[in-house]
C-alpha cells in the first residue's frame, strides 16, 4: 500500500505544475481579448494627446468622419463573398445558352460528317516530289495518285524507294561519282476521299 501512495505523489508532483501553468494560462486569456469594433488595449502606455498636452482649436473636419471598418468574421465573410462575385462568370440569358448550344452542335455534325465521308485505299505508283530542303513531298504524290482513281485526295500509307543511275555508271572500270546516281520516291498506297 505505501508503494501505491508513493507512486501517487510522485505522479501528482510531477503534472501538477504543467496544470497549473494551464490554468494560469487559460486565466490570461480571457482578460486579453479585444472587442471587435473598439481601439486595442494601450496597457497603461498614454498616447501625447491622453496626456493633456494643450491643443489650439480644433480644425472642422470637412466632411463627416469614416466609420472604421469591422475586422470581425462576419466582416470578412461578407469581403469573401464580394470578391467571388467578380470571380466567376456571368451567366448567360437562355436564349444566348441555346445559340450557343446550336453552334456546338453544328460544329459536331461537322466534324462527323467528315469522318463519316467514306474513304479507299487504293494502290498504285506515283512519283514524290523533292521539297526545297531536299525531302521527298509524298503528300502530292498522294493527291495523283488518288486523282488517277477518280477520288479528290489522298493520304499516303505506303512509301517506295529506287535508285536511278546514269548508264556511265554501267561502263567497265570506271568509278562511280556522286552526281552519277539518285533516289527518287514512290507512293504505292495511299487512302482517298
Known sequence: MPDRIGYLFK??????????????MLALATDAGWPQGGPPPSFGVQS???????????PQPIEPPQQPENPGLINEIGKLFEKSKSMLPSLKSPSEAMDDLNARAKDAGESLSNMARPSMMVTGRAACL?????????KAGADRLCQSKGYKE??????????????KVFIPGRKREPGD????????RALCQ
Open 130 to 138: 523533292v521539297s526545297a530542303n531536299g525531302a521527298p513531298d509524298c
Open 181 to 188: 546516281c539518285k533516289t527518287e520516291n514512290y507512293v504505292t
Open 154 to 167: 489522298g493520304k499516303s500509307l505506303d512509301t517506295d524507294a529506287a535508285e536511278k543511275c546514269s548508264p
Open 48 to 58: 501625447p494627446a491622453q496626456q493633456g498636452v494643450p491643443q489650439g482649436p480644433a
Open 11 to 24: 505522479l501528482s508532483g510531477t503534472r501538477t505544475p504543467t496544470a497549473c501553468l494551464a490554468l494560469s
